[in-house]
């Protein structure tokens, strides 16, 4: 964690411009001026240790209490346009050294996804099937390697480089290129999956989709962020006015019994929508649909948008209506009315 600046209370963060700012240039917390060119094309926007003035006096931080806070005062890329990190102004909050670096890593994995997207790479099939690319294997490598420069000593779970410490009292969770099948296939609904689990707990989530310019971030206790707007859920308590979207559910439609539910309530629903992977997630968390139901996923998928949707107001258990965790395979997800509904549905 970076040391307290010698100069603290020197001069004064500013939200925006200071008074003294130089044209076009933005000021930042700790008395410096952005450089806009340097802020495009650096691998690390966000401050990392070191790179931010940091504090040590907050109150009881929710993932950590002897760890610094990096503050954040409406600076900082939380968007993307096309290869440029733009700084967007958002709400005056503190930022842990953990979000901090899984932001930079997931904006790391976009830059590697985005420059190989509908190119010619090279696929191998994996024992379970599933496909991975020299994409998948080089975003996870970039990631750890951020994670583990900013935070040494947590374990790390990954989809394709395996688990590692996992004993250690934080774990960073990492799916690198969530949506394999559709990079392989050319469509966009892609994105780069971060959390941090403290023993059983997951505490932070970091949700990224390059291809949408989406970056939905929370930690517990923070709030919920979209680029640089505040989740909420939906308030939507009937079903006939509300949107439910579905990912994989092969194993659902397997079961006699849930099968027989889901179609009760199919016509019952305002709309029904497989908008499937991180994006549904992002879409009820932001309040725009009201329910998410899969059968066929890992923790990987979803632990990131288990923290964003819990911190936007959400309720997300398995189908067996168990706490998501390690070996979670299943999701009903809501807000807060409905997903008690959908789950009781669900187990007859």
Request: aromatic fraction near 8%; include cysteine; hydrophobic fraction near 40%.
């Amino acid at each position: 964690m970076g040391s307290a600046s010698p100069q603290t209370g020197e001069r004064k963060a500013h939200r925006g411009r200071s008074p003294d700012s130089e044209q076009g240039r933005d000021y930042l917390p700790g008395g410096s001026f952005a450089d806009p060119v340097a802020i495009q094309s650096s691998p690390f926007p966000l401050p990392l240790r070191g790179q931010c003035r940091v504090r040590t006096d907050f109150p009881f931080h929710p993932i950590r209490q002897d760890r610094g806070t990096v503050m954040q005062t409406g600076v900082y890329a939380l968007a993307y346009h096309s290869r440029v990190f733009t700084i967007c102004r958002i709400f005056a909050m503190s930022q842990s050294t953990e979000l901090a670096a899984a932001i930079a890593a997931a904006r790391a994995a976009g830059d590697i996804i985005r420059s190989a997207y509908r190119t010619q790479v090279a696929v191998e099939i994996k024992a379970d099937s599933s496909p991975v690319t020299e994409v998948d294997i080089a975003c996870e490598h970039r990631i750890r390697e951020i994670l583990s420069d900013a935070c040494p000593g947590y374990g790390f779970y990954g989809e394709e480089t395996g688990q590692s410490d996992m004993d250690s009292e934080f774990v960073w969770l990492v799916d690198p290129l969530d949506g394999t099948k559709s990079f392989v296939r050319g469509y966009p609904f892609i994105s780069t999956q971060i959390a941090l689990m403290r023993g059983d707990d997951l505490v932070l989530g970091v949700s990224a989709a390059p291809l949408f310019d989406e970056l939905a971030w929370a930690e517990v206790g923070q709030g919920a962020w979209l680029n640089n707007d505040r989740l909420r859920v939906s308030e939507v308590a009937d079903w006939g006015q509300a949107t439910l979207s579905t990912g994989n559910i092969g194993s659902l439609a397997a079961s006699s019994a849930r099968w027989s539910a889901f179609g009760t309530l199919v016509p019952q629903l305002h709309r029904i929508r497989g908008y499937g992977d991180f994006y549904h997630y992002h879409l009820l968390s932001a309040g725009r649909i009201d329910a998410v139901l899969e059968s066929d996923l890992n923790i990987l998928d979803i632990a990131a948008n288990t923290v964003i949707l819990r911190e936007a107001g959400g309720v997300v258990t398995d189908l067996d209506g168990q706490a998501i965790g390690l070996d979670t395979r299943s999701t009903v997800a809501g807000n807060a009315i409905l997903q008690p509904r959908l789950l009781e549905l669900m187990q007859g």
